[in-house]
């Protein structure tokens, strides 16, 4: 069965830390771009960040620039966000998702497989 988790969110403070894992079973990440997506209470969801299936692109939204960085480990069929000085407006259910291409493509569509999503809430 094919399944991605995620974990790593909770609770944090303005200006804090969290990397969220995603962890993929019953197939391998070799072939797939890896995007991480987030809704917030009353929004849509909208795209964070994409990583090709070799490492060697990463895209981001702006609102995250310079604050998320996105990696994976192909041998432990795994991607990551790394959240770095974090606002209360990064509050949100965060979704890992592959897509069946090994680019990320100009837009945030084309994925197949996604996470159930976890929880960041970044409050004092």
């Known amino acids: 069965q094919l399944q991605l988790v995620e974990s790593g969110g909770g609770l944090v403070q303005p200006g804090g830390s969290l990397r969220l894992s995603c962890a993929a079973s019953?197939?391998?990440?070799?072939?797939?771009?890896i995007g991480w997506f987030r809704q917030a209470p009353g929004k849509e969801r909208e795209g964070v960040s994409c990583?090709?299936?070799?490492?060697?692109?990463?895209k981001y939204a702006d609102s995250v620039k310079g604050r998320f960085t996105i990696s994976r480990d192909n041998a432990e069929n795994t991607g990551y966000l790394q959240m770095n000085s974090l606002k209360p407006e990064d509050t949100a259910v965060y979704f890992c998702?592959?897509?069946?291409?090994?680019?990320?493509?100009?837009?945030?569509?084309?994925?197949?497989?996604w996470g159930q999503g976890i929880q960041v809430t970044v409050s004092s």
């Open positions: 998702a592959t897509r069946p291409f090994r680019s990320c493509g100009s837009s945030w569509g084309g994925y197949d497989h």
């Open positions: 019953g197939f391998t990440l070799d072939y797939y771009a």
């Open positions: 990583i090709t299936n070799s490492g060697g692109y990463t």
